[in-house]
């Protein structure tokens, strides 16, 4: 995540500065780049991981409680020159030329 910078923080008179911690949500990483009469001085600091919001997307499209379903897996041999129907659009299917392509 790329936030916007900041500059010109206040420091305090032992050197130390604080920032919320807020302002940086969703960074992983915190650079700081420090410039004074002709020195510069760099850091990148770690941030605490913020917990990864799950989603459980199994269901992600809900069944419809009025429609019975049952899931059907079936395997069919059609000889050259016979015919094949698909009943459903949504089924998944493979052809093969030979027994030993389909391994």
Request: glycine share 6%.
């Amino acid at each position: 995540t790329t936030l916007r910078p900041m500059y010109n923080i206040a420091v305090r008179g032992d050197g130390t500065v604080t920032l919320p911690l807020a302002a940086f949500a969703g960074a992983s990483t915190l650079q700081v780049i420090v410039v004074d009469y002709g020195a510069v001085a760099a850091t990148e600091v770690p941030l605490p991981r913020a917990p990864l919001p799950c989603r459980d997307l199994a269901l992600a499209k809900p069944l419809d409680v009025e429609q019975h379903l049952v899931l059907q897996k079936e395997v069919a041999v059609v000889l050259p020159g016979q015919s094949c129907t698909v009943i459903r659009s949504a089924a998944a299917h493979a052809m093969f030329n030979s027994f030993g392509s389909a391994f």
